[in-house]
């Protein structure tokens, strides 16, 4: 089976013997113990810790890829190379390669097909934006570009975090104080959260008598929200039903939110 180029990505590369060194200073997922083969996902933030960019990262043995949206590749591959200052690191945008199916084990979910970095004249086939979206909503992933774009959300917001795609113990990344202050003192009452139903509508509301949320994106009757949890704890609690575009809607609660809710709820008492 050939492999197919999956929509809407583009690739920036770094060598040089301060490439890790770069990563370690300025973007938010942990460069140790990274081994040959090994995926991670992270982003650069803005000093006020919200995303510009995220990111799959691929080391390899004298390169590290970052597999990034096309709409944000620009700006990623601006701010790398002014951050870089003296460092000896070179910054190239790859134009004869495309990302496609592959081996690579995409960390943010098991649902999500492995990738690869492949030349593009050996690539005849694109996975469709339909499939990809159908695929990436059903696990629950939230990409920039369809759920957000640069500078508009938190990392918390998109879950970036749950995706292990922050390392709070590193020594320092550009916008750390402000994710590391929302995680230490656990104000996080935003995520972005799989919803069920056939009113859903990009940018509709989530009611539960008032808004408690917004979709993001939609794939039949499938879709993301981003969903103010703390509200919907509090309708949880009333006994409201979850509407949208006068449907009624379920909102899936992930076994890594539920005690982030149960804080909420003790939070409301």
Not at 165 to 194: H, N, W
Request: one cysteine or more; aromatic letters at 6%.
């Amino acid at each position: 089976m050939s492999k197919r180029a999956l929509p809407d990505r583009s690739i920036i590369r770094l060598s040089g013997p301060d490439m890790l060194a770069l990563m370690e200073r300025t973007v938010t997922n942990s460069v140790d113990n990274w081994n040959t083969g090994e995926m991670r996902y992270g982003a650069l933030l803005t000093p006020q810790g919200k995303i510009i960019a995220d990111y799959l990262a691929m080391l390899s043995l004298e390169n590290i890829y970052l597999d990034v949206h096309s709409g944000a590749a620009d700006e990623l591959e601006k701010r790398l190379k002014l951050f870089r200052l003296r460092s000896d690191v070179q910054i190239d945008r790859l134009t004869d390669d495309v990302v496609t199916e592959g081996s690579w084990v995409d960390v943010r979910s098991t649902q999500l097909p492995h990738r690869a970095i492949s030349p593009k004249a050996e690539i005849g086939l694109e996975m469709s934006y339909e499939e990809w979206h159908k695929t990436r909503i059903a696990a629950g992933v939230p990409e920039w570009g369809a759920d957000y774009r640069g500078s508009e959300v938190f990392p918390t917001d998109v879950n970036l975090d749950v995706m292990g795609g922050i390392d709070y113990k590193k020594g320092c990344f550009v916008g750390q104080e402000v994710a590391s202050r929302m995680k230490r003192k656990a104000k996080v009452r935003k995520r972005t959260l799989p919803v069920r139903g056939e009113g859903l509508k990009r940018g509709a509301d989530i009611l539960a008598g008032s808004s408690i949320g917004n979709v993001t994106s939609v794939s039949g009757e499938m879709g993301l929200a981003l969903i103010r949890t703390d509200r919907m704890v509090q309708a949880d609690a009333a006994g409201k039903a979850f509407t949208c575009g006068g449907r009624p809607v379920t909102i899936d609660r992930p076994e890594w939110l539920k005690m982030e809710l149960i804080a909420l709820t003790a939070a409301n008492d």
